[in-house]
């Protein structure tokens, strides 16, 4: 759409729905991309609503929308050609000390909640690598940290509001709803713009990391599930050269009165005596505290401190999720491509999540090993070498992270999802005209 056309288009939507200025789409300058800037929004009508009525006026006046997070996935998952929506200006942050639950608006940020809820004494069971991202963005993509009994971001979530295409606000909630509650966390935006998650929270908890450099990958083999059971959440780095992991970050979480020893070697890998970034080159200023040193839950479960670039910056990212049972078998399969891969990697990392009971999780009944990647920015390369991957992960059947960068067909998609058909006639039956489905999730979701 050019200027003229837009400003045509802007004029007819104030006149015909008498929107308030405030929730007229802003036609915004300049080419609009993700964080990594390996994807431009083929629109740049953007939509940013300050109440539910607003969000419930931009909802009904447009024929195609989709919900816009922090922008940190790395495929169109997030996507329109029409007009999307961010809910940034929905920012409450409530807590519940009864009910031992937080309800946050659609554009809050891990990084926004946490110390507004450590302040006051309490805490979420688990976080990603970086706090930067919108709850409601992480949730729709099953978003994860680590650690052998934790489930992803999205089991936290106790109960949703979503306003559907129809404009109407459906209020989902895990103690009433049962499998439709289930079905609708993990919603890949396409359910409608959720405008408040619920979340459990606990008393707020100290967390002490320390990394450990060169670990043999041999040692997975027979202590795989021990390894991963080092600390509340542990990372494996490898960049699959030598059968070693470079780095195994471990993170322990402390009760008042524990000890907070670390053993100066743990299956021959050695103690590093200095904070560490996992990508190798990077400065560690970026990461959180190491090296023992406790600290609040926030500033230690993510990698990457709030004020600071996480990761590279320039980079694309891919991740595949398999059950953690064949966890090592898996390894040895990606390991065979160790030629193909590292010339394109930053770094992999490897993490365990719980087995969930929400529909569209990676995790869905899976005790899981998630294999990711951190590639750097060159897409020609790293397309080539994605379905390799995917090949050799085939009979681990990988459920790749919805947000992330894959090439899996939609038919072998589907076989991965059990509630697949049934997630699909949830969503014709709240969205029968297709308002909230894209590119993306006609070609994953629709097309086999
Ligand atoms: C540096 C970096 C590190 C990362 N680390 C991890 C990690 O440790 N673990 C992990 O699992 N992933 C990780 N990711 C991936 C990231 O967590 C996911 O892509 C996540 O979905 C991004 O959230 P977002 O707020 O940016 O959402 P967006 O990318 O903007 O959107 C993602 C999806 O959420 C939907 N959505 C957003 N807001 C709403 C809303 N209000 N209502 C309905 N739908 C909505 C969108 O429509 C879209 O479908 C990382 C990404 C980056 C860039």
Redesign the pocket.
Known sequence: MNKREFLKASGALFAGSMLPRAVAGQELTGPRQ???GNLTFSTNRLYTPASLDEVRHVVTSCTKL?????????NT??DSTQNQIS?LKLDEITLDEKARTVTVG??V?YGKLAPVIDARGYALHNL???PH??V???I??????SGVHNG?LATAVSALE?VTANGETLHLSRAKDGEHFLAAVV?????????RVTLDVQPTYQVAQSVYQNLSLDHLKTHLDEIFSSGYSVSVFTDWQNHMGTQLWIKRRLAPGDKNDWAPEFFGAKLATQKLHPLAGHDAESCTEQQGIPGPWYERLPH?RMNFT??SGK?L?T?YLVPRSRGYEAILAVETLRDRITPHLFITELRTIAADDLWMSTAFKRDSL?IHFTWKPEWPEVSQVLPLIEEKLRPFAPRP????LFTVAPAELESRYARLTEFEAMLKHHDPTGKFRNDFISHNLYSS
Request: no cysteine; proline share 2%.
């Open positions: 993700n964080w990594a989709r919900a816009l997070g922090s922008r940190h996935s790395f998952i997030a809910l659609g554009g940020t990603a690598s970086l991202i919108s409601a963005g992480a729709a993509t099953a978003t994860h940290g992803n979503i919603g890949l935006g396409s359910l409608g713009v959720v405008t990457f996480p990761s980079e990212q991740e998630a992270h919805w947000g992330k």
